[in-house]
T-cell receptor
Framework: DSGVTQTPKHLITATGQRVTLRCSPR?????VYWYQQSLDQGLQFLIQ???????AKGNILERFSAQQFPDLHSELNLSSLELGDSALYFC????????????FGPGTRLTVL | QQPVQSPQAVILREGEDAVINCSSS?????VHWYRQKHGEAPVFLMI?????EQKGHEKISASFNEKKQQSSLYLTASQLSYSGTYFC???????????FGAGTTVTVRA
């Protein structure tokens, strides 16, 4: 158990819908990272937050957005969902420097029908 | 730009050794290694930094050749628990954006 929690574990929804994935980092960690893992794209970095502020952006679509709240939990919002958005979404946390270990949560499996 | 991992897959018997390679066409600041078992989250194994510093588990060894922009992960005296998919993540600018390779699937058989 990494100490990072993610909810829900599974999510099944239809194309065109909007969903919110939630992540709580390990106690003491200020930084949260979001990743998407799909069969064809592999593990892709989406976005990073540090203490409430966006710090780095990767291959995140405009239909996706994220935020980190004052209590340090983070939410990833996915809208206008497409079949290709079906994937495992992982959240990871660390203290905030690039060379700190990132601890991954169990992931949310999103299925878009 | 994604690093290239090789081999794609390897099958070992318990006690055998294997090497997994991770190569980049661009200069790297650090290389991160993770192992993921089916249906689970990636688990940290090791970070190798430019300049030779390493942070990781004692039982896992790895190297980072800065001239070749290549890292290798050494699985020694493999155990059944070593089975899983190994990913390298590369950081080019010490900037938080890891690019992951496609993974190497390791199967250890009794």
């Amino acid at each position: 158990d990494s100490g990072v929690t993610q909810t829900p574990k599974h999510l099944i929804t239809a194309t065109g819908q909007r969903v919110t994935l939630r992540c709580s980092p390990r106690s003491g960690d200020l930084s949260v990272y979001w990743y998407q893992q799909s069969l064809d794209q592999g593990l892709q970095f989406l976005i990073q937050y540090y203490n409430g502020e966006e710090r780095a952006k990767g291959n995140i679509l405009e239909r996706f957005s994220a935020q980190q709240f004052p209590d340090l939990h983070s939410e990833l919002n996915l809208s206008s969902l497409e079949l290709g958005d079906s994937a495992l979404y992982f959240c990871a946390s660390n203290a905030g420097t690039p060379t700190d270990t990132q601890y991954f949560g169990p992931g949310t499996r999103l299925t878009v029908l | 730009q994604q690093p290239v991992q090789s081999p794609q897959a390897v099958i070992l018997r318990e006690g055998e050794d294997a090497v997994i390679n991770c190569s980049s066409s661009k200069a790297l600041y650090s290389v991160h290694w993770y192992r993921q078992k089916h249906g689970e989250a990636p688990v940290f194994l090791m970070i190798l930094l430019k300049g030779g510093e390493q942070k990781g588990h004692e039982k896992i060894s790895a190297s980072f050749n800065e001239k070749k922009q290549q890292s290798s992960l050494y699985l020694t005296a493999s155990q059944l628990s070593y089975s899983g998919t190994y990913f390298c993540g590369t950081d080019r600018a010490n900037d938080y954006k890891l690019s992951f390779g496609a993974g190497t699937t390791v199967t250890v058989r009794a």
